[in-house]
């Protein structure tokens, strides 16, 4: 019997679902003292230092078709890993993470690379994985058959041999935020006009000083687009209070497009933090962000989200979104009228 | 998705909720609720010079769930002095120093400080912003230096929360 320690994702307590990515990548690349003691007592081959590790970068993974899974994968000491291809192997745990599983995995995949919008695309080799600066994961399309706990053990080719690492992670019965074919909460989100609105509730980067950097975005409510039967891009995510490290770069790649696409489709900035100081979600949330993206005691971000004219989400990109995966769906889109 | 090949049985193994972040200092440890008894340190007494009174700060600390050591969090800190001092002179090189040294482990500061003291979470958040876009507006580099310098002090700031103590950046 082979021995596969999987370690969980960093978890906020009480959430149900897996972490931000944001969370689990927070340090890739980010830490220069490659000759650390890591003192771990963790014996998995996951956790010494100069070894592959990774984590879950997906939230709110559902029982249901199949339907985007990513992977951040790095070695603490040489930075994030990137390119080529990972092999993705899935075993179901059931209700926790401990415990045997026996027999094949329950799936395979080939996750291929998410080139994050906003880095600068390596210009050398990229058949085959590399160390990086820049961050990126691992992403495939993947089913889930069951809810539970789940292990993922992805391989990569590095370092002159196949590299693997482990986690482990929770797939629900349905998704809890709105996913593809769910119709989309009618929100009277803050827009440039909204009477009282303050600019860092429309976008944190703002302030009475600083102008809404975006001000495209903030141009009407999604409420408004979808009574005119519009297709919506949707971002819900928060600049400057962001602790997964991507809701910037995913604002700007979604600004970015409406530069090109406005006349195809309406596109949405929703803020998360109308005030991230206060002390309870509830005040500290806009409250078209709770009605989207709330659903415990806190929340993940960022998140885009494409609707289509019968005011049906028709993607959903968590976490990470790219300009190459949003592009294709805004080029398939007809001219509007009117 | 393809059917694999037959495997021997697999054995997970359980772990507590660890930090699995990229490139964190990690190790298992138990799950940490969101209040402010989540700033635990591990201490160990630090090399001291021989004329030094021998002082004892923590070797590592758990934020945000994952366990930190202070070298680390002082080598975030040290980037921002590195990358204030570069920006005078050379604001590329500053973005660069700035993105591979400090970015990273300041989102993973912010986040444990959000965990215990959220006003200095969104201080650290807010300052890092004012950084981040000094370079998007490409800002002059007495700009940038200032406004760097100001993110050590709010990073300092911070990681004193966690009993971390870090150099102030050395004047110009």
Redesign the interface.
């Known amino acids: ?13 009480g959430l149900a679902v897996v972490v931000a990515a ?12 490659k000759n ?7 014996t ?1 081959t ?2 010494a230092a100069n070894t592959v ?4 970068a997906s939230y709110d993974l559902a029982v249901g078709p ?1 339907s985007r899974f990513m992977f ?1 994968m ?1 070695n ?1 000491g040489k930075g ?1 890993i990137g390119y080529g291809t990972a092999e993705f ?1 899935f ?1 179901f ?1 059931g209700a ?10 329950a ?3 080939t996750g291929r690379y998410l080139h994050l919008d906003g880095g600068t695309p390596h210009t050398g080799d990229t058949s085959k994985p590399i160390y990086l ?1 820049q ?1 990126g994961v691992y992403a ?4 889930f058959d069951k809810p539970g706990n789940w ?1 993922i053990a992805a391989t990569v080719d590095i370092d002159g041999g196949p590299k693997e690492a482990k ?2 992670f929770k797939v629900g019965e349905k998704h809890l935020v709105p996913a593809v074919g769910d119709a989309a909460i009618p929100s009277q989100n803050l827009t440039m006009t909204t009477p009282g609105a303050p600019p860092e509730a429309i976008d ?2 703002a302030s009475a000083q ?1 102008p809404v950097p975006d001000p495209e975005l903030h141009q009407t409510t999604l409420a408004q687009a979808l009574a005119e039967k519009r297709p919506v891009v949707l971002v819900i995510s928060t ?7 991507f809701c ?1 770069p995913v604002t700007d790649t979604v600004a970015d497009l409406a530069k090109t696409y406005s006349d195809r489709a309406r596109f949405i900035h929703i803020e998360v933090f109308k005030n ?2 206060a ?1 309870t979600l509830q005040d500290q949330l806009n409250d078209a962000a709770r009605e989207w993206i709330a659903r415990g ?1 806190d929340v993940q971000e960022p998140w885009v989200f494409v609707i289509g004219a019968d005011g049906k989400v028709t993607a959903r990109f968590d976490n990470i979104a790219t300009r190459a995966e949003i592009e294709p769906l805004l080029q398939k889109l007809p001219k509007m009228k009117g | 998705m393809a059917r694999p090949n037959p495997l021997a049985a697999v054995t997970f193994a359980a772990l507590a909720i660890v930090a699995a972040g990229c490139g964190s200092d990690d190790q298992p440890e138990a799950a940490t609720s969101t209040t402010a008894a989540q700033v635990t340190t591990t201490t160990a007494a630090e090399t001291t010079t021989s004329t030094a009174p021998t002082t004892t700060a923590p070797a590592s600390v758990t934020m945000a769930g994952q366990t930190v050591t202070t070298a680390r969090l002082r080598a975030i800190a040290a980037g921002l002095c590195e990358a204030a001092q570069q920006a005078g002179t050379d604001v590329s090189a500053a973005k660069h120093t700035f993105n591979t040294k400090s970015h990273d482990g300041l989102h993973l500061i912010a986040r444990g400080l959000q965990d215990i003291d959220r006003p200095a979470s969104a201080t650290l958040l807010e300052a890092k912003q004012k950084v981040e876009g000094d370079f998007s507006n490409a800002a002059a580099g007495e700009q940038v230096a200032t406004d760097l310098r100001t993110l050590s002090e709010v990073t300092k700031s911070g990681l004193a929360r966690f009993n971390v103590s870090v150099d102030a950046c050395p004047a110009t």
């Open positions: 019997m082979r021995s596969h320690p999987f370690r969980t994702a960093p978890m906020r307590a944001g969370l689990m990548l927070s340090g890739c690349g980010g830490g220069d003292d650390e003691a890591k003192g771990s007592a963790d998995s996951t956790t590790q990774g984590s879950v199949p951040g790095y603490e994030a192997k075993f745990l926790s993470c401990s415990g045997t599983a026996t027999g094949p995995p799936a395979t995949a600066e961050k495939a399309d993947v089913a292990g986690s482990c944190s980067r600083t600049p400057t209070y962001c602790v997964s490290q910037g991230y100081k002390t005691p």
